[in-house]
């Protein structure tokens, strides 16, 4: 497990992450507190997945195209 800080994660960073943590919690060698501890972080990572393909969602919908299909330009997106 890394010691990185879940919010200064890129989104490929937690989805590796997350795969080692599902990993080991589907092996089931771990103990009981450390299974706990691994859930807890995946819960993190998940969430940090999720808010970044969100962030990443709501950029492609504000690239404008044109009549041909081809981007034109961005609409401006709230909070971003």
């Excluded at 990185?4 to 080692?20: R, Y």
């Excluded at 507190?33 to 995946?42: A, F, H, K, P, Q």
Aim: hydrophobic share 40%; proline share 4%; charged share 35%.
């Amino acid at each position: 497990m890394s010691d990185t800080p879940v919010a200064d994660m890129t989104f490929e960073q937690a989805m590796a992450e997350l795969e080692q943590v599902v990993g080991r919690l589907e092996r089931g060698d771990v103990a009981l507190d450390e299974s706990i501890t691994l859930y807890e972080r995946g819960a993190a990572l998940k969430k940090r997945c999720e808010a970044k393909l969100k962030e990443a969602e709501e950029k492609v919908a504000a690239i404008t195209l044109d009549g041909d299909g081809q981007p034109s330009g961005t609409k401006p997106v709230e909070g971003l």
